[in-house]
């Protein structure tokens, strides 16, 4: 289902930032190279990142989901002087790409990058987090909710994507195991006493949460 109609949604890209030119190279490089492309977060969102990210000026970022490194580089422009950001996937073959473009731009020596299972590693990381991008497996969103929360600085923000999974969300007829999971994570959010959240209606849907505490 598209969630916004085409050219509201071509208005809005047009009179949005347009993307630096080392994240334009990914982002190609990831739809000729790597397989289920469209995982990436594109130059819109990623820009609605860059600037979420630069309001809310982390120390530390926490990315889950890390696929060839455009939404980390996104995320990244938000850092402090002296801020880094950790991304976890569990997917090796992503390594060399991912790489070569952290190379490529003003950020590799803040980004620090995890391999492994998320549910694994994040608890092996021992610092707080001011921002955290929620982006991997849709059914284990809910348990890396409650794996940050004991990890957030005050004030943390924390964004979900993918929340609105083509539409099929608002479907009673669908109910595949990554649907139910996103709803039932939707309903944590917005029920849950520590979190204040905005769902957006942008591309497959984007949540952003603010830890009140
Ligand atoms: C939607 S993509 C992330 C896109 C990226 N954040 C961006 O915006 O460009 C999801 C990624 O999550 C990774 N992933 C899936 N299950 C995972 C898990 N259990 N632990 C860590 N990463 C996982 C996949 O390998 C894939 O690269």
């Not at 952003?208 to 505490?213: A, D, G, L, P, T």
Request: charged letters at 25%; hydrophobic letters at 40%.
């Amino acid at each position: 289902m598209k969630i916004i109609d085409e050219s509201v949604e071509a208005y809005s890209i047009e009179h949005s930032e347009n993307e630096p030119k080392y994240l334009k190279a990914l982002a190609k490089e990831t739809w000729q190279k790597v397989l289920q492309p469209r995982m990436l977060s594109g130059a819109y969102q990623g820009r609605l990142l860059s600037l979420i990210s630069k309001i809310v000026s982390p120390k530390i970022i926490l990315e889950i989901g890390t696929y060839t490194g455009y939404a980390t580089l996104c995320l990244a422009e938000g850092l402090t002087k002296n801020g880094v950001i950790h991304t976890i996937d569990v997917n090796e073959e992503l390594i060399d790409i991912q790489e070569k473009h952290f190379k490529n731009s003003p950020f590799y020596h803040k980004i620090k990058t995890h391999l492994g299972d998320a549910q694994n590693v994040i608890p092996k990381i021992e610092v707080n987090f001011d921002l955290i991008f929620i982006d991997a497996d849709k059914q284990n969103y809910s348990l890396y909710l409650d794996l940050v929360m004991s990890k957030l600085n005050p004030k943390a923000v924390i964004l979900s994507d993918n929340v609105l999974w083509d539409g099929k969300i608002v479907n009673p007829q669908i109910n595949d195991e990554d649907t139910v999971a996103i709803r039932a994570y939707n309903e944590k959010l917005i029920t849950h006493s520590q979190l204040e959240t905005v769902l957006l209606p942008i591309r497959d849907g984007l949540s952003i949460s603010r830890y009140k505490n």
